[in-house]
């Protein structure tokens, strides 16, 4: 009778190593298994990581502090600049007066792409500035493939802007990367083919009487600085970024005084807005 009861405890004994065996094994199996996903995402993430590096930001939120920075610009420096060294000022244009909620309208078209729109938002909102106040500006920068390449600038899509003087339209038709962002309405394309049939952008328009079609300064002055170091600079009346920005915004306020009837008194009665709207007529 023993000799059974021996012989079961031998195989009973042999089938839980068997099974324990079976799963060291599994265990080796899924351990090794998990290593290699974690190695995979690891990697993928590594990968995704470097990448996102090599480009510039996409659009995003602006500081407060950058705002500040960029429309607190002191007025002993628009006046020590005066028109600086741009390329051309607003042209005059005999055409029927642009309004909307009863003041003057200003519209601009552009994209986030375009480098040139990028060089012609700085004077804009400094200009802008002097007349309402601007709700979530964003921050972005030029094509990457385009030339004067990672402009950095500003974005006018989905801000907001406030003035008891003037109404501003804007319309940002692409990305950075080319994608369609905001199109049109049919008065404004209308008012843009009116005025400039080959939809040139930059295109900015005050009120009927005044054009810019393309960029009034040289973008090169923009190139390789950041916000900060741009807005920065705005303010030091020896640099080619005032001598650019802040002569396109002189001729921007001046053209805008001409259409609210020199108001603000404190921004139209500058030395510098005075002089360029003889020039404007």
């Not at 089938?15 to 090794?32: E, L, M, N, P, T």
Request: hydrophobic content about 35%; some cysteine.
């Amino acid at each position: 009778m023993s000799r059974p009861t021996s012989s079961r405890a031998r195989k009973q004994a042999a089938a839980k190593r068997a099974r324990r065996q079976q799963r060291s094994h599994f265990g080796w199996i899924v351990g090794g298994v998990a290593v290699v996903i974690v190695v995979a995402l690891v990697a993928a993430l590594a990968i995704g990581g470097g990448s996102k590096k090599n480009t510039s930001p996409d659009r995003l939120p602006a500081s407060p502090a950058l705002v500040t920075k960029t429309t607190s610009v002191p007025a002993s420096v628009f006046n020590t600049i005066g028109t600086g060294t741009i390329s051309g000022v607003p042209q005059p244009v005999n055409g029927t007066p642009l309004t909307a909620g009863g003041k003057p309208l200003v519209l601009y078209i552009g994209a986030e792409y375009c480098p040139y729109c990028a060089t012609e938002r700085w004077p804009m909102v400094v200009a802008l500035s002097k007349f309402g106040t601007f709700a979530g500006l964003k921050t972005t920068t030029s094509s990457s493939t385009d030339v004067y390449a990672d402009t950095a600038t500003w974005s006018f899509y989905q801000s907001t802007y406030s003035s008891p003087y003037i109404t501003f339209e804007s319309v940002e038709t692409a990305t950075r990367t080319g994608a369609p962002l905001e199109q049109p309405t049919a008065e404004q394309l209308a008012i843009q083919q009116q005025y400039d049939p080959k939809l040139t952008i930059p295109f900015l328009q005050f009120g009927g009487k005044y054009l810019i079609s393309g960029a009034t300064y040289d973008p090169g002055v923009l190139q390789n600085k950041t916000h900060d170091q741009i807005a920065g600079a705005l303010s030091d009346p020896n640099s080619d970024v005032a001598k650019g920005a802040i002569g396109a915004s002189n001729t921007m306020i001046a053209a805008i005084c001409n259409l609210t009837k020199n108001q603000p008194a404190n921004v139209c009665t500058q030395p510098a807005v005075k002089a360029i709207q003889q020039h404007l007529g």
